[in-house]
Structure formats: C-alpha cells, structure tokens
C-alpha cells in the first residue's frame, strides 16, 4: 500500500475541522476519493463497519457518539479490534492519554495544531502501515 | 485553585489563532468600536469550577480566521458556514488551553459541546468575570469567561 491508496477516516464533528485534516491529507497525496468523513461515533462505526479503512482520525468531543465510546466499540469487534487510530484533540490528561494508549491508539494530535504537525504525522503513520 | 487571568486567557488566544490560522492578533484599543454579529458558547468544569466561555466576533474576523484555516482567501468562504464552524471549533481549542492552564494535565477537564448563541448574556451574580478583546487588522474577537466556583455558590 503507497500514502495514496490508503483510506483515511476522519472522525470529527467540527465540519471545518474535517476540512482542514482533509486538506493536510491532500498535501501528502491522499487524493480525495481516499478520505471519508463522519460527523461523530456513531457514523463512524456504521462507516468502519461496511468499508475497508486505514487509519481513523478520532475526536473525542462529540455529539451522539464519543470518540471514546466508539474506540471501546471497535476494538470490542475482532474484525476492528487492530484499526490504526489517531487522536485529534484537545485532552491533556495524562492518565486519560496513557487510558487511550491501552486501547491501541497509535498516535496523538495536540489541537490547536498546524498543517504541517498533522501532514508529517499523516506521512510517518503511512511509512509505518507499508 | 490555579490562577487564570486576562492576560493568560489574551495570551493562550493568541498563540491559538497563530497556530490554527496564522492570525497575529493584538490587544484591542477601541474595544467600544467593536460591532461583533457573531456569538458561541460552551461549558467547562474542573476541579471546584463550572464556567462559560463565550466567544463575540466581528464578519471579516470570522472571515479571516476561516480562510486562515483553509489556507483559501477571505471571499471564497463564508462568515456565516466557516466562519461560524470555526468560531465554534476556537471556543473548543481554547476551553482545552483554559483547561490546561488550570491544570487538566492531572485533573479531570469536563467540556461541553460548543453552541451558537444569539448575544453574550450579561455576567451572572457571583461569577468572576474574565474579558479581553482582540484585534486583527481591525477585526476583532472578543473572549469572555463568566468563572463560577462551586465552593463560593
């Protein structure tokens, strides 16, 4: 698998949030018809369910669904239990972080962040997944 | 209780917008010419806090900050559609930054969904009031934080 064939998710209720990573994504040849979007967990895990993903790009915040709660989900499906998630946002309890570390996720986004943080992460993780 | 002040919340505002738009803001100086149409809301709460921030904005701020953001120009988005989901986006990124400031690293940080409002109601008895105005190129954001503490209800 190249950066450009991956399918990327991103999980985030903010539209111009989705955006922004969209755009970073673009930067790292990510082409559009290989990033899809949901507006919080639950949309999400209907999403991952029915299409072969990558890599997840997961708020926690969110209307519904919490990126936590859709975290707990998948990786209690064994067909889902090993999907690459990245956390974007704007925790900074250690104790939850080191939590998030035990359910798998692989990496980690401060918000507010720039493009390039996010395209240098986008490029690290597609390196890692080949 | 950790301090939070004006000049810290101005401060983290700041470095905030840099970040996510590349504004470079300011303190305002005629905070009175300030006509914003554009307002948010979300709750936090930590430790023995439970607290408000709202977020005012003039058009061309929220413009900016949008077209900042999606590395377009100001006229190809919408005040109204970016703008607004960005205003909303900031007040979340800056609960998080209040949040660490009062020190979220070691202790639960509990932050609402950010809404739109339709004005910033006035301060609330026995709230402590935090409000600083930013400029940009003559636009300006205006950050107020009505902070209650549970202790003092």
Do not use: W
């Given at each position: 698998?190249t950066?450009?064939?991956?399918?990327?998710?991103?999980?985030?209720?903010?539209?111009?949030i989705?955006?922004?990573?969209?755009l970073?994504?673009?930067?790292?040849?990510?082409?559009?018809?290989?990033?899809?979007?949901?507006?919080?967990?639950?949309?999400?895990l209907?999403?991952?369910?029915?299409?072969?993903?990558?890599?997840?790009?997961?708020?926690?915040n969110?209307?519904?669904?919490?990126?936590?709660?859709?975290?707990?989900?998948?990786?209690?499906?064994?067909?889902?239990?090993?999907?690459?998630v990245v956390?974007?946002s704007?925790?900074?309890?250690?104790?939850?972080?080191?939590?998030f570390?035990?359910?798998?996720?692989?990496?980690y986004?401060h918000k507010?962040?720039?493009?390039?943080?996010?395209r240098?992460?986008?490029?690290?993780?597609?390196?890692?997944?080949? | 209780?950790?301090?939070?002040?004006?000049?810290?919340?101005?401060?983290?505002?700041?470095?905030i917008?840099?970040?996510?738009?590349?504004m470079?803001?300011?303190?305002a100086?005629?905070?009175?010419?300030?006509?914003?149409?554009?307002?948010?809301?979300i709750e936090?709460?930590?430790?023995?806090?439970?607290?408000?921030?709202?977020?005012?904005a003039t058009?061309?701020?929220?413009e900016?900050?949008a077209?900042?953001m999606?590395?377009?120009?100001?006229?190809?988005?919408?005040?109204?559609?970016?703008?607004?989901?960005?205003l909303?986006?900031?007040?979340n990124?800056?609960v998080?930054?209040?949040?660490?400031?009062l020190?979220?690293e070691?202790?639960?940080?509990?932050?609402?969904?950010?809404e739109?409002i339709?004005d910033?109601?006035t301060?609330?008895?026995?709230?402590?009031?935090l409000?600083?105005?930013?400029?940009?190129?003559?636009?300006?954001?205006?950050?107020?934080?009505?902070?209650?503490?549970?202790?003092e209800?």
């Amino acid at each position: 698998m190249t950066t450009a064939d991956a399918n990327i998710l991103i999980v985030d209720d903010s539209a111009i949030i989705r955006k922004y990573i969209r755009l970073a994504a673009s930067r790292v040849g990510l082409t559009d018809e290989h990033v899809h979007e949901a507006e919080n967990g639950q949309v999400a895990l209907d999403y991952v369910s029915s299409h072969p993903i990558d890599i997840v790009f997961l708020d926690l915040n969110m209307p519904v669904m919490d990126g936590e709660a859709f975290l707990r989900c998948i990786r209690a499906k064994e067909e889902l239990a090993e999907l690459p998630v990245v956390l974007v946002s704007t925790e900074c309890n250690e104790k939850r972080l080191q939590g998030f570390k035990g359910l798998g996720v692989i990496g980690y986004l401060h918000k507010p962040f720039q493009p390039e943080q996010l395209r240098e992460l986008i490029d690290r993780i597609m390196r890692g997944l080949k | 209780m950790n301090a939070l002040t004006e000049g810290k919340v101005m401060e983290l505002t700041c470095s905030i917008l840099e970040n996510m738009a590349f504004m470079m803001l300011e303190e305002a100086v005629d905070v009175d010419a300030m006509e914003p149409t554009f307002h948010t809301r979300i709750e936090y709460a930590i430790d023995q806090e439970a607290s408000e921030v709202f977020l005012s904005a003039t058009t061309g701020f929220l413009e900016e900050l949008a077209s900042g953001m999606l590395s377009a120009e100001p006229e190809d988005v919408s005040a109204g559609e970016e703008g607004l989901q960005a205003l909303q986006e900031l007040s979340n990124v800056i609960v998080g930054e209040i949040g660490r400031a009062l020190g979220a690293e070691s202790t639960p940080l509990i932050v609402g969904l950010p809404e739109v409002i339709y004005d910033i109601p006035t301060q609330k008895e026995g709230t402590e009031c935090l409000d600083c105005v930013l400029d940009s190129m003559g636009e300006t954001l205006r950050v107020l934080v009505h902070r209650s503490h549970l202790a003092e209800r």
